[in-house]
């Protein structure tokens, strides 16, 4: 499993930057996978807690139902001039009370909550510098990659 911070520890440059634009606004696009495997979008908010990425859900949402059958999922930050930040990985609900606590960051809705954290698998930032898109790319245990485009 890949935390936050093994990101942080293997390209904290890059994890500087995705995290700053995570926090630059309040509300992000989940991408998550319906049962028959087509994609669902929805709004969700993100936390940095301890070493992880965290998000929630209210309790028996469509988004929080995909993530228990299938936790592959996306978390594209909010869009910004500055360019697009985005995470994917595998959502793990964190079921047990003492741990849920820890992720508790008060804002929860009230009546419970789903409480997930990201086992990250990769991590993008994609901007414009010059004439060229830039793409940064890191994955667990591997060098940042950049690719360029005209």
């Known amino acids: 499993m890949a935390t936050w911070e093994q990101f942080e520890k293997e390209a904290g440059d890059l994890a500087a930057i995705v995290r700053a634009r995570f926090e630059a606004a309040e509300t992000h696009v989940l991408a998550t996978l319906r049962r028959d495997g087509s994609p669902r979008v929805s709004g969700t908010e993100v936390d940095f807690q301890g070493p992880d990425l965290s998000f929630g859900s209210m309790l028996n949402a469509v ?7 299938d936790g592959r999922c996306a978390i594209h930050a909010h869009p910004a001039k500055d360019g697009d930040a985005k995470v994917a990985g595998v959502a793990v609900e964190i079921t047990d009370p003492e741990e849920k606590r820890r992720y508790t960051t008060g804002s ?3 009546g419970g909550f789903h409480a997930f954290r990201l086992d990250l698998r990769e991590a993008v930032l994609t901007g414009v510098e010059g004439n060229e898109m830039v793409i940064r790319l890191w994955r667990p245990g591997r060098p940042v990659e950049t690719f360029r485009r005209t």
Not at 63 to 69: E, F, P, V
């Open 108 to 110: 929860e809705p009230p």
């Open 63 to 69: 988004k929080a139902r995909d993530l228990r059958r």
